[in-house]
């Protein structure tokens, strides 16, 4: 009863709490909102969502960084929704350095639901910091003009394959629901393929079942895994579902709880199968610095900003040599070859013996040879394993070739 209630109570929305969304945008990148909503449902709820969205570039003497964040409804057409700063489909943004701006929608009219696509409008530079904006975002659930309800959720990245949780239990209106925004302009095909967990553990999960459900061009669609269009004869269920698309989508992903006097959601975070790639080859030049988290190193300007960087290949008054930065720890391991490079575990290099003394790169060191391999405990904890692909000369100059594994 009560999931039929909830289901007419937001209409077509799937989701209606206050949500939270903590991302980054990247320069010249676009931050999707998978689920906006505003106005006053069937029962008297009032939902508004705001948006709190901050230059993160530290430098005053920075240009403005400008964005705008665009509105639109579940097929993609421009939605005009009315802020504290306009009513409009798009608001254009400028914003100085560590300047911060709320948009809020006013709750007018009936409860109505779509998603929100906020641009960075500048252009990459070298330096990680210039015209990055950091986008919050959450729904404020109203009734008498009381806060009734704060759900916080995670918005997840551009994807083309994940994986999440699944529960459910259609008895006691446990439902897991999905908000699926189609990040092209052409039809986009989604698989959803569930997986049962069984007894015992250490065993293959049971291959339940699979619908490939097709996406408009730009189109939201917000469904309980139960509904007709999905797996509407599955009553219970715990397991995981394996998400796939053609071209790439943004999705949220919630857990419906009911309780005797309201219905509660939890937020169910995706792993990004299309981002779980740690193993990676870097060219690290001499006089870069390389964090290992990522892994990346930085070609061109910014070896001066020291904030992601665990380890520098630096120039001395002897010759060179790699020096832990930030926290990180280093520990030789020898010489490996490829075999015994993949073979190496994370058992092996958690009983290193770490520290912060550089390890010697000068000419004549024995440590400059491709197959030479070291641990590094990065700043954040990870453990990861190098070796020395290649050695590059350039005049006086040595460039190394590596290959990187991150154990995160």
């Not at 870069?288 to 061109?300: E, F, G, K, R, T």
Request: with cysteine; glycine share 6%.
């Amino acid at each position: 009863m009560k999931r039929n209630r909830f289901v007419c109570t937001v209409s077509l929305a799937l989701f209606f709490f206050l949500f939270v969304v903590v991302v980054t945008a990247a320069a010249q990148g676009d931050t999707v909102i998978p689920q906006v909503a505003d106005g006053r449902g069937g029962d008297g709820t009032e939902f508004r969502t705001k948006f709190d969205i901050t230059n993160l570039g530290p430098d005053p003497a920075t240009p403005i960084t400008r964005a705008k964040v665009l509105f639109f409804r579940k097929d993609g057409t421009p939605w005009v929704v009315a802020t504290n700063v306009g009513t409009s489909s798009e608001i254009p943004l400028n914003l100085g350095a560590f300047q911060t701006v709320r948009i809020e929608t006013l709750d007018t009219g009936s409860l109505t639901e779509g998603y929100a696509v906020v641009c960075n409008l500048e252009n990459a530079t070298a330096f990680a910091e210039d015209y990055q904006l950091n986008i919050s975002v959450y729904y404020e659930v109203k009734r008498l003009n009381n806060i009734i309800d704060t759900v916080a959720v995670s918005a997840g990245q551009p994807t083309i394959a994940w994986v999440l949780p699944v529960e459910i239990d259609v008895s006691k209106s446990l439902l897991t629901g999905l908000a699926l925004v189609n990040r092209t302009n052409s039809s986009n095909a989604v698989v959803l393929h569930l997986f049962r967990a069984s007894s015992p553990s250490s065993g293959a999960a049971v291959d339940t079942a699979t619908v490939t459900l097709i996406l408009r061009p730009n189109e939201q669609r917000t469904f309980f895994l139960t509904d007709p269009a999905a797996f509407p004869d599955l009553t219970s269920f715990k397991g995981m579902l394996l998400g796939t698309s053609e071209k790439p989508v943004t999705l949220l992903a919630m857990l419906q709880t009911s309780t005797p006097t309201v219905v509660l959601y939890a937020t169910m975070l995706p792993s990004y199968a299309d981002a779980l790639r740690r193993n990676s080859y870097i060219y690290l030049k001499e006089t870069y610095p390389l964090d290992a988290d990522q892994p990346v190193s930085d070609y061109y300007l910014n070896r001066e900003d020291a904030a992601p960087w665990d380890l520098l290949f630096e120039q001395t008054a002897n010759g060179r040599q790699l020096t832990p930065q930030l926290g990180a720890q280093i520990a030789v391991i020898g010489n490996l070859s490829d075999s015994q490079f993949d073979s190496y575990t994370i058992d092996q290099l958690q009983g290193l013996t770490y520290s912060s003394n550089a390890i010697d790169m000068a000419d004549a060191s024995a440590n400059l040879v491709p197959g030479f391999a070291f641990g590094l405990k990065t700043g954040l904890g990870r453990y990861v394993k190098l070796r020395i692909v290649d050695v590059i000369q350039r005049d006086a100059t040595r460039d190394l070739a590596l290959r990187v594994f991150v154990y995160r």
